[in-house]
């Protein structure tokens, strides 16, 4: 058992398997075109004075690896400063549609892979899983175009945070290892306005079973070089799809496509219940893998909002909102299909598990639903269709905190029936709203609107259709709906005290974020975004800009 970073076992197959671009040493950070390659190598540009900022003792448990890192080792090695044997640091090669739109090579201009730990497995996931290492913000790479590689403080911060946070709420993502000062500034223009200026550098090591994308396929079908698509098919069938089959063939890809498909439309599924907004959802911004990927201007819905999007560059268009999520992941998953085409006999074939896509995210968005409300919903009883619906319809009445409406849902079954019982309930919900105004307590058209929700879900709750006891039912609804979320101002609270140097309410808050469906001992983190974050850069919205 690894015991330090220095003692991992690093492994190649994606290099050795797949061909690539070895250049030379003068021409490996300079943009180019690499085609014929699924990856180009690549050593982390050195930085001056590393220093481990952030590290999460699960995400290291993935590795093998237990109790606290020696911070001059991790931070030598998890800022690319250090190579490790074994490690064959390279950045992979992949194109994509950025907002509908076909942006040719892209490919990781700033994110070099290191190489694959085989890990100790972890809580869902297999023992003995391998598990790419990667450095986000280590250096230009031939895919960087006008960029120098780096990333800042704040948006590799915002991504630790996140990724970690995601996992303990049970969304299936990439992880996050550690988070190092780079001990140099990067220029970045936050909101594109013309007005750069010098921030904190910092790099992030990210994790993942392999962080290929729906991009790597569609740069390969785009430029005819469906051989080494093939190649690729068949790694990712060996090492991550393995129950498909390990030899390329048309069953096997067809597979490989619908699990892609089920994956997608359970994560998304999911993005929804927490009130995720990935903000730049791309084809090159989506895995095979079916996990999160790539935390740029994400956001959480602090107002219930299907037009919500926290990303200033999508502003006019809304493609990537947040009701708009699912449909966006069927569209994607289309031009992922149209990227194996060529790898397949019969391309049709590959159209059920598309159309699939749509039943597979019902099904799931459906059952966490019901869980949420504590009921067993008939969705073809009209009567149950039409109380969700005019839920969402309440929630969007005025401006309303999703998360805390749920918990207090929850609290709303077990507060007794009769008139006191009627006013009380509603009462509970006071802190979900934003204007006081709209309050139920103050608004008597919103004060209707959820008496009437509330007692045809509390008629609904205790239905004799309802076989399982009450107080089970409501522990499910607690762990369906969140108490605690990463939510933009947090995360900015966190950056500006790390800027100052300040590490303890980054601290506090990935704690909180280890026991989401917990109410914390302190109230602030289950609040409602306060009113002076409302319109504060970094905590309303954001740009691609890190």
Same mark, same amino acid.
């Given at each position: 058992?690894?015991?330090?970073?220095?003692?991992?076992?690093?492994?190649?197959?994606?290099?050795?398997?797949?061909?690539?671009?070895?250049?030379?040493? $003068?021409?490996?950070?300079?943009?180019?075109?690499?085609?014929?390659?699924?990856?180009?190598?690549?050593?982390?540009?050195?930085?001056?004075?590393?220093?481990?900022?952030?590290?999460?003792?699960?995400?290291?448990?993935?590795?093998?690896?237990?109790?606290?890192?020696?911070?001059?080792?991790? $931070?030598?090695?998890?800022?690319?400063?250090?190579?490790?044997?074994?490690? =064959?640091?390279?950045?992979?090669?992949?194109?994509?549609?950025?907002?509908?739109?076909?942006?040719?090579?892209?490919?990781?201009?700033?994110?070099?892979?290191?190489?694959?730990?085989?890990?100790?497995?972890?809580?869902?996931?297999?023992?003995?899983? =391998?598990?790419?290492?990667?450095?986000?913000?280590?250096?230009?790479? $031939?895919?960087?175009?006008?960029?120098?590689?780096? $990333?800042?403080?704040?948006?590799?911060?915002?991504?630790?945070?996140?990724?970690?946070?995601?996992?303990?709420?049970?969304?299936?993502?990439? &992880?996050?290892?550690?988070?190092?000062?780079?001990?140099?500034?990067?220029?970045?223009?936050?909101?594109?306005? /013309?007005?750069?200026?010098?921030?904190?550098?910092?790099?992030?090591?990210?994790?993942?079973?392999?962080?290929?994308?729906?991009?790597?396929?569609?740069?390969?079908?785009?430029?005819?070089?469906?051989?080494?698509?093939?190649?690729?098919? /068949?790694?990712? +069938?060996?090492?991550?799809?393995?129950?498909?089959?390990?030899?390329?063939?048309?069953?096997?890809?067809v597979g490989l496509f619908e699990t892609t498909v089920a994956r997608t439309a359970r994560m998304v599924s999911d993005w929804m219940h927490v009130g995720f907004v990935h903000g730049v959802m791309n084809t090159d911004n989506l895995s095979v893998l079916g996990i999160t990927i790539d935390y740029g201007p994400y956001g959480f819905t602090d107002v219930y909002d299907p037009d919500f999007t926290p990303n200033t560059t999508d502003f006019q268009s809304r493609r990537y909102r947040y009701g708009h999520q699912p449909a966006v992941a069927h569209w994607n998953l289309y031009r992922f299909a149209m990227a194996l085409a060529p790898l397949i006999t019969d391309p049709a074939r590959l159209e059920p598990g598309l159309s699939a896509f749509v039943t597979h995210f019902e099904d799931h968005w459906r059952a966490r639903m019901a869980r949420r409300l504590g009921l067993t919903l008939?969705?073809?009883?009209?009567?149950?269709?039409?109380?969700?619906?005019?839920?969402?319809?309440?929630?969007?009445?005025?401006?309303?905190?999703?998360?805390?409406?749920?918990?207090?849902?929850?609290?709303?079954?077990?507060?007794?029936?009769?008139?006191?019982?009627?006013?009380?309930?509603?009462?509970?919900?006071?802190?979900?709203?934003?204007?006081?105004?709209?309050?139920?307590?103050?608004?008597?058209?919103?004060?209707?609107? +959820?008496? /009437?929700?509330?007692? !045809?879900?509390?008629?609904?709750?205790?239905?004799?259709?309802?076989?399982?006891?009450?107080?089970? !039912?409501?522990?499910?609804? !607690?762990?369906?709906?969140?108490?605690?979320?990463? &939510?933009?101002?947090?995360?900015?609270?966190?950056?500006?005290?790390?800027?100052?140097?300040?590490?303890?309410? +980054?601290?506090? +808050?990935?704690?909180?974020?280890?026991?989401?469906?917990?109410?914390?001992?302190?109230?602030?983190?289950?609040? &409602?975004?306060?009113?002076?974050?409302?319109?504060?850069?970094?905590?309303?919205?954001?740009?691609?800009?890190?």
């Amino acid at each position: 058992m690894p015991r330090t970073l220095s003692e991992l076992t690093f492994d190649d197959t994606f290099v050795r398997t797949l061909p690539g671009e070895v250049p030379p040493p $003068a021409l490996a950070r300079r943009s180019r075109d690499v085609p014929h390659a699924a990856w180009a190598a690549v050593d982390p540009t050195p930085v001056p004075a590393p220093r481990l900022l952030a590290y999460s003792p699960e995400a290291a448990a993935l590795l093998g690896l237990e109790g606290t890192p020696d911070p001059g080792e991790a $931070a030598a090695v998890l800022s690319g400063n250090r190579r490790l044997p074994g490690m =064959r640091p390279y950045a992979a090669r992949y194109g994509g549609h950025q907002f509908g739109h076909w942006a040719g090579q892209l490919g990781d201009g700033r994110a070099i892979t290191l190489g694959e730990v085989v890990g100790a497995g972890g809580p869902g996931t297999r023992g003995g899983q =391998r598990w790419e290492v990667q450095l986000k913000g280590a250096g230009p790479t $031939a895919f960087s175009r006008r960029s120098d590689g780096r $990333a800042v403080l704040r948006s590799s911060l915002r991504e630790f945070l996140c990724s970690e946070a995601m996992f303990h709420l049970g969304v299936p993502t990439t &992880r996050a290892l550690a988070l190092v000062d780079t001990g140099e500034p990067v220029v970045r223009d936050m909101f594109y306005d /013309g007005h750069p200026r010098a921030e904190p550098g910092a790099i992030v090591t990210r994790l993942a079973p392999t962080f290929v994308r729906l991009g790597h396929f569609e740069i390969l079908a785009e430029r005819g070089e469906h051989t080494l698509g093939r190649t690729l098919a /068949g790694w990712l +069938l060996t090492h991550h799809f393995p129950e498909l089959g390990t030899v390329c063939t048309d069953d096997a890809l067809v597979g490989l496509f619908e699990t892609t498909v089920a994956r997608t439309a359970r994560m998304v599924s999911d993005w929804m219940h927490v009130g995720f907004v990935h903000g730049v959802m791309n084809t090159d911004n989506l895995s095979v893998l079916g996990i999160t990927i790539d935390y740029g201007p994400y956001g959480f819905t602090d107002v219930y909002d299907p037009d919500f999007t926290p990303n200033t560059t999508d502003f006019q268009s809304r493609r990537y909102r947040y009701g708009h999520q699912p449909a966006v992941a069927h569209w994607n998953l289309y031009r992922f299909a149209m990227a194996l085409a060529p790898l397949i006999t019969d391309p049709a074939r590959l159209e059920p598990g598309l159309s699939a896509f749509v039943t597979h995210f019902e099904d799931h968005w459906r059952a966490r639903m019901a869980r949420r409300l504590g009921l067993t919903l008939d969705w073809t009883d009209p009567g149950d269709a039409a109380l969700v619906k005019d839920l969402l319809a309440l929630l969007t009445a005025v401006e309303t905190d999703p998360a805390i409406f749920f918990r207090r849902l929850i609290d709303a079954t077990a507060t007794p029936a009769g008139r006191s019982g009627d006013a009380e309930r509603v009462r509970l919900f006071d802190p979900a709203y934003y204007d006081p105004s709209a309050r139920p307590a103050d608004d008597g058209d919103v004060r209707a609107r +959820l008496q /009437g929700f509330l007692d !045809r879900h509390r008629a609904r709750f205790d239905d004799p259709r309802e076989t399982t006891p009450a107080d089970v !039912r409501r522990a499910g609804m !607690r762990a369906a709906s969140p108490a605690v979320l990463p &939510r933009n101002y947090l995360a900015q609270e966190a950056i500006d005290a790390a800027e100052r140097g300040d590490l303890q309410p +980054l601290e506090r +808050l990935l704690d909180v974020c280890r026991r989401p469906y917990e109410d914390p001992a302190d109230a602030r983190y289950t609040a &409602r975004r306060p009113e002076w974050a409302r319109d504060k850069a970094g905590c309303s919205a954001l740009s691609c800009s890190s």
